[in-house]
């Protein structure tokens, strides 16, 4: 046998040894079961036992009266008010029927009067009132100026286009900062031959600010001579004069210069 083998063998049996003591204690510190007496019981012998039957007793005394618990004093209850039967509603009388009025009697005609009769009365003319009345020939008319001729819309629109288009090469619209805001409006009065009659007028500018109301002035300045240069305005129809003498407004801004 290994030197190991010898070793767990022996490791075994000391157990078991161990084991063996272990249980060979406990046996012996048990108790001796002979040893142990149990004190004796005393017991009677009798020849006969005879039933008795066990009723109970009854009691002589009196019963105590019992009594009744003390009472208040009594409330007085609300008296109830007497229920008051609601008169059944009683029905409406049914409306009467509504007589037709009866139509009035006509008034009795009465009878016409004569008219009274129309008495011819001579006539005042003489019979030579239509001498010095030539109803052949036509009536002349006494007025002097030809009756006004007004321009359609599109016409209108079309003039004012020719207007700008001639301006437009004199329109030098000064520069600097908000300059594009301004826009100045101008009066101007033409001649038949679409020469300026005097000078245009200023009407206004609009649009000025901080940055550019040192350029008004200038502004304004420049729209006049692009009128005055502009002049005499050619291509505007005469018959339609009264249309295009006054000018107002004419605008001048920064779209007029694209």
Same mark, same amino acid.
């Given at each position: 046998?290994?030197?190991? =083998?010898?070793? %767990?063998?022996?490791? *075994?049996?000391?157990?078991?040894?161990?084991?063996?003591?272990?249980?060979? $204690?406990?046996?012996?510190?048990?108790?001796?079961?002979?040893?142990?007496?149990?004190?004796? #019981?005393?017991?009677?012998?009798?020849?006969?036992?005879?039933?008795?039957?066990?009723?109970?007793? #009854? $009691?002589?005394?009196?019963?105590?009266? $019992?009594?009744?618990?003390?009472?208040?004093?009594?409330?007085?209850? =609300?008296?109830? @008010?007497?229920?008051?039967?609601?008169?059944?509603?009683?029905? *409406?009388?049914?409306?009467?029927?509504?007589? +037709?009025?009866?139509? +009035?009697?006509?008034?009795?005609?009465?009878?016409?009067?004569?008219?009274?009769?129309?008495?011819?009365?001579?006539?005042?003319?003489?019979?030579?009132?239509? +001498? %010095? #009345?030539?109803?052949?020939?036509?009536?002349?008319?006494?007025?002097?100026?030809?009756?006004?001729?007004?321009?359609?819309?599109?016409?209108?629109?079309?003039?004012?286009?020719? #207007?700008?288009?001639?301006?437009?090469?004199?329109?030098?619209?000064?520069?600097? @900062?908000?300059?594009?805001?301004?826009?100045?409006?101008?009066? !101007?009065?033409?001649?038949?031959? %679409?020469?300026?009659?005097?000078?245009?007028? !200023?009407?206004?500018?609009?649009?000025?600010?901080?940055?550019?109301?040192?350029?008004?002035?200038?502004?304004? =300045?420049?729209?006049?001579?692009? !009128?005055?240069?502009?002049?005499?305005?050619?291509?505007?129809?005469? =018959?339609?004069?009264?249309?295009?003498?006054?000018?107002?407004?004419?605008?001048?801004?920064?779209?007029?210069?694209?």
């Amino acid at each position: 046998m290994e030197r190991a =083998e010898k070793i %767990g063998l022996g490791i *075994a049996t000391a157990g078991h040894v161990l084991l063996f003591g272990v249980l060979s $204690s406990g046996f012996f510190s048990t108790p001796n079961p002979l040893n142990l007496r149990n004190p004796p #019981i005393e017991v009677q012998l009798v020849d006969e036992v005879g039933l008795e039957m066990a009723a109970p007793k #009854i $009691s002589l005394e009196e019963m105590a009266a $019992s009594q009744a618990p003390e009472i208040g004093p009594t409330e007085e209850a =609300e008296p109830v @008010a007497p229920r008051v039967a609601e008169p059944e509603p009683t029905p *409406a009388p049914a409306p009467k029927p509504v007589e +037709k009025a009866k139509p +009035k009697p006509a008034p009795p005609k009465q009878a016409a009067k004569p008219e009274p009769k129309k008495q011819a009365r001579g006539s005042r003319l003489g019979a030579d009132f239509l +001498k %010095g #009345i030539d109803t052949e020939r036509p009536t002349r008319s006494t007025a002097t100026t030809p009756p006004a001729t007004k321009m359609s819309s599109v016409q209108v629109a079309s003039l004012n286009a020719e #207007i700008y288009r001639q301006l437009k090469p004199y329109w030098k619209p000064p520069s600097g @900062a908000d300059a594009e805001l301004l826009k100045t409006q101008l009066s !101007v009065y033409l001649n038949r031959d %679409g020469s300026v009659k005097g000078r245009p007028e !200023v009407v206004g500018t609009t649009g000025v600010t901080a940055s550019n109301e040192a350029q008004v002035a200038l502004h304004q =300045e420049r729209a006049v001579q692009a !009128v005055m240069r502009a002049a005499p305005f050619q291509n505007l129809p005469p =018959e339609f004069y009264d249309e295009w003498k006054w000018l107002k407004p004419l605008n001048f801004d920064g779209r007029l210069a694209r």
